[in-house]
């Protein structure tokens, strides 16, 4: 065979072939639709008496992937924290229309997190600029319509808010307008990490959120959580404690392997081996109930198979379904 007569039949075997194919728009990933009575028992089960599901979430954008959706997530989830930043109705339309289903009609608690430094905020490093700083915070939360303040105190050398007096303050500020003293309906949640926190802020914050992430070792433990919650408990009642994993870190297995006080490995839920984020959802505190659970950089767990298997398995875990 010449070229030419090559290159002839090619163009004709091509053309074939697409006269023969049929053009066809294909969604490849539907979700899934539920009724009205569905959204407003889902709602109604986020007003109820249960171990509350918190997470920052940050992958959020208009991809295939329902794993960077907020309609991707688990509807069990009761605090979503914006770690990705609050999309903008203007310029990321799809993202906020999907925010504000979460919120709405799933009944999600949308906060706003901030590593706190009154140092680049643009206010005077003083008490009145830590004042004006912590209004400037408060003044998005309702300016965007979410549902609470998620502060996390991260204490630095040399800032302002290095000190855990100064941090105090700035807390009973924030409670003027945010949390259970305000009466605005508006949750004001602190986050830490093994700092050590001041003990008088207990009547104005909603939660104390604790990152127990697993970090510099290997394995995680209800005696180390607690350890953690004895640090507070003088002051901090359970029911306004949470735990949290690092699952970003620590997707592939829903986090690192967990041992139960009573030296327990074994999950009740398939007889596999116990990882963190499913211990921390059964532990609770020799004082009592804590008040919840959750994890940082969740939406990885979207890769599991099925999708957030883990933190399905924890809200399971911590809230069994009534059989």
């Known amino acids: 065979m010449n070229k030419k007569l090559l290159i002839i039949c090619m163009v004709v075997l091509a053309t074939a072939t697409l006269a023969g194919c049929k053009k066809e728009n294909i969604e490849l990933q539907k979700p899934y639709k539920y009724s009205d009575e569905y959204y407003e028992n889902l709602r109604a089960y986020k007003k109820s008496d249960h171990q509350l599901c918190f997470g920052w979430f940050a992958d959020y954008s208009q991809t295939f992937s329902y794993g960077m959706h907020f309609m991707g997530l688990p509807d069990s989830i009761d605090i979503l924290s914006l770690w990705g930043g609050i999309p903008d109705s203007t310029t990321h339309p799809e993202t906020y229309k999907e925010m504000r289903f979460v919120q709405r009609v799933k009944g999600m608690r949308l906060v706003m997190p901030i590593i706190v430094q009154v140092e680049g905020s643009g206010h005077p490093v003083t008490e009145e600029g830590m004042y004006a700083y912590a209004d400037e915070l408060i003044d998005r939360v309702f300016a965007y319509d979410l549902d609470g303040l998620d502060i996390d105190w991260e204490p630095a050398g040399g800032t302002y808010l290095n000190s855990a007096a100064n941090f105090a303050k700035m807390v009973e500020h924030c409670s003027k307008r945010l949390g259970p003293m ?125 999708p957030y298997k883990y933190m399905r398995r924890a809200i399971q875990a911590a809230n069994p379904a009534v059989r």
């Open 182 to 306: 305000s009466n605005s309906g508006k949750l004001l949640i602190v986050d830490y990490y093994n700092h050590t926190l001041p003990t008088n802020i207990e009547p104005f914050v909603d939660y104390i959120v604790n990152q127990a992430y697993t970090q510099g070792t290997t394995t995680n433990s209800a005696a180390n959580l607690q350890t953690r919650y004895n640090r507070v408990a003088a002051w901090c009642p359970p029911s306004k404690f949470m735990v949290t994993e690092n699952i970003g870190d620590w997707w592939q297995n829903g986090g690192s392997p967990f041992t139960e006080a009573n030296g327990n490995t074994i999950s009740p839920m398939d007889g596999e081996r116990m990882y963190s984020l499913e211990g921390m959802a059964r532990w609770n505190p020799t004082q009592g109930t804590k008040a919840g659970f959750g994890g940082f950089y969740f939406g990885r767990d979207y890769n599991s198979s099925p």
